[in-house]
């Protein structure tokens, strides 16, 4: 839904935008979209960024390159692989990421963990993680 978002702000094609439930699930995703780089807020509206009408001209390929590379740049994610590897710790569950979460920011340890589910989510959408068992991922 957040590059569904993205495409609807870019096209400003209000029908290609997904249908939210409430206001704040509308927000999470413009959000989202803007951490990502797809969106910037120009006077309280969002607007297409250079990235984001690069995205909505790609090919299905291209869109995941893009994709996979606006996640690789969000500070967060860097640190997060960056520890992996320096840790030579490859499989993480919910609670590792939370933890590490939770000392890189000022986030409480629900919100952190949290904040752990999506980036999981994230990392598993463009293949940097890979679900391993019920609650472990490898990334």
């Known amino acids: 839904m957040v590059t569904q978002t993205a495409i609807a702000v870019i096209t400003k094609k209000k029908q290609a935008a997904p249908k939210f439930t409430t206001g704040r699930q509308k927000h999470y995703y413009q959000a989202a979209a803007e951490i990502l780089g797809l969106v910037h807020r120009v006077e309280g509206e969002y607007r297409p960024s250079e990235l984001g009408k690069k995205y909505a001209d790609a090919s299905s390929d291209e869109k ?51 904040r752990a589910q999506v980036m999981t989510s994230w990392l598993m959408r463009v293949g940097h993680a890979k679900k391993k068992g019920a609650a472990t991922i490898t990334l």
């Open 64 to 114: 995941e390159k893009i994709l996979s590379n606006a996640v690789l740049e969000i500070p967060i994610f860097k640190k997060l692989l960056e520890h992996a590897r320096e840790q030579n710790k490859r499989n993480w569950n919910l609670d590792d990421i939370g933890d590490f979460v939770q000392r890189q920011t000022d986030l409480s340890k629900t919100t952190a963990r949290r």
